[in-house]
């Protein structure tokens, strides 16, 4: 089941589903309740889930930023797309980034994008939506704090 | 001068300079003071811009995205990074980025990115900030809706 994150989530398989990407870290459960509603707040921020057999298994999020080019458009950002080590191959990332286009077209994106390590570039390009699929365009630049 | 957007500005100047970066259109203006607001009232959302002789001549944006990864950390996206075509290789846009460098470093990110075409990757390494640059880190995806 394809749906948005819930608070009850971040204990039942989301966080441990973000290992799979990167590090998570050791998390203060107030913290991270605070920064759930922070971001559950914020209408242009949409946490989407696949939950598989009642556990968070696969995970993407998507960033709506309002703009002044494009007549006034919004850009859809992508962002922490990851699937369970267990359960990759089956589709389920695809499915929740083709929820995510749908969501991202509905709230008038003229364009969605987001940034990939080379390797996964192809995964990219085979994912159809409305007939339609990612193509690379330029490079992502990294700051290191 | 290197400072935040205001109202003011976005016919001082503002939305010409984006001219020189895509099309912009021919905006309404209750709706681009509507769109302002929307902007200027998130404190995740960050328009800063140079002004010379009264006029703003270059710009670029900084939205920072809380992440529950990183220990719950945050990460600084540069978008729309422009310098009007009369005022470009004077160094400007580089101020402003590195202005915006400081902010995300002040706002706690652990990382500032930025998406930009091949032929720009030499301008952003060149950037320095706190002993630093910006490296080549992946590929960016679009998806045109």
Redesign the interface.
Known sequence: MIRDLRESD?TNG??DT?RS???????NPD??KK?FK??DSDPNYIIRVAEVEGKIVSSATL?I????????GK?G?I??AVTDQKFQGKGIATKIIQSL?EE??KRG??????????EL?SF??KIN??G??????????????
């Open positions: 971040l989301f966080l973000l990407l990167t590090i998570v870290g050791e998390i913290e991270m920064r922070e971001i960033v930023e309002p703009k002044f080019i494009h007549n006034l850009v950002h962002e922490d286009l991202a077209k994106c003229y364009k969605t994008i987001l940034d990939c390590d080379d570039i990219y390009e939506y409305d339609r699929s990612f193509h690379k365009h330029g490079s992502c630049m990294r700051f290191d704090h």
